[in-house]
């Protein structure tokens, strides 16, 4: 299914997120600086809740960091939670190897660190990459439990998007199926700059990730793909 919405609440231009059939993601971690939990992060979530959509939280970490990738997973998770927000699944952004080392095994025990916080909190964890980012950060390795939102366009605007289905798709890092595919980035929809996506889940797990309330009142987000993947710690070996 195919992005497309309508968030009128001006906070949300100033803070990168993605839109999908229903599905609003929203930056929960900013590279900025040493990393910091994104200022916008709540106020986006509450209006994407607000206007009926189901809502993912990324995390694009900062590999250059003085802070150790659990410390910035725990950033995150306790801002997130400090504002009533119940986070089910994360997903971490893998991308730009430019802002990454150039030692495999360094990036590799950096997202390993992130992996290991979310499993303590009990998460499902996502990645966003692509087989040349995957390859270039972590020189091929492989990770279990975890599942694939994966990116292929060819430029900006709807003139350089991919084919909107899962065709381009070949095993990578131990994925033999992605959960999302980024097929299309930078493009107007209903006045809002998005990047568009389709996914392959359940609809079950669709429903489940609309949900906008518990029973405790808290905004649910991360249901996306709950179940696509083995249960279990995520981690990356080489």
């Not at 568009?196 to 009142?217: C, F, H, N, P, Q």
């Amino acid at each position: 299914m195919m992005g497309d919405g309508d968030l009128k609440d001006k906070t949300m231009d100033k803070q990168k997120y993605w839109l999908l059939g229903g599905f609003f993601f929203c930056r929960g971690y900013s590279p900025a600086g040493q990393g910091q939990f994104d200022p916008y992060a709540c106020t986006n979530i509450q209006n994407a809740n607000a206007a009926g959509l189901g809502t993912e939280v990324y995390m694009t970490p900062q590999p250059k960091s003085s802070k150790s990738g659990a410390q910035q997973f725990d950033e995150m998770y306790g801002g997130l939670r400090n504002s009533n927000i119940n986070v089910r699944s994360v997903w971490i952004q893998v991308t730009s190897p430019i802002n990454w080392y150039a030692s495999s095994t360094t990036n590799i025990n950096i997202l390993n660190s992130i992996l290991s916080r979310a499993s303590q909190y009990g998460l499902s964890i996502g990645i966003y990459t692509n087989v040349y980012d995957w390859n270039q950060i972590t020189g091929g390795a492989s990770i279990n439990n975890a599942m694939l939102w994966y990116w292929n366009v060819y430029g900006a605007g709807p003139t350089n998007e991919s084919p909107a289905n899962f065709n381009d798709f070949r095993s990578f890092g131990g994925w033999t199926a992605p959960s999302v595919k980024q097929f299309g980035q930078v493009e107007s929809v209903c006045g809002v700059t998005v990047n568009r996506d389709i996914y392959t889940v359940s609809g079950a797990a669709k429903l489940a990730g609309m949900a906008k309330y518990e029973k405790t009142e808290q905004i649910v987000v991360g249901s996306l793909g709950l179940g696509s993947v083995a249960p279990g710690k995520a981690e990356i070996k080489q």
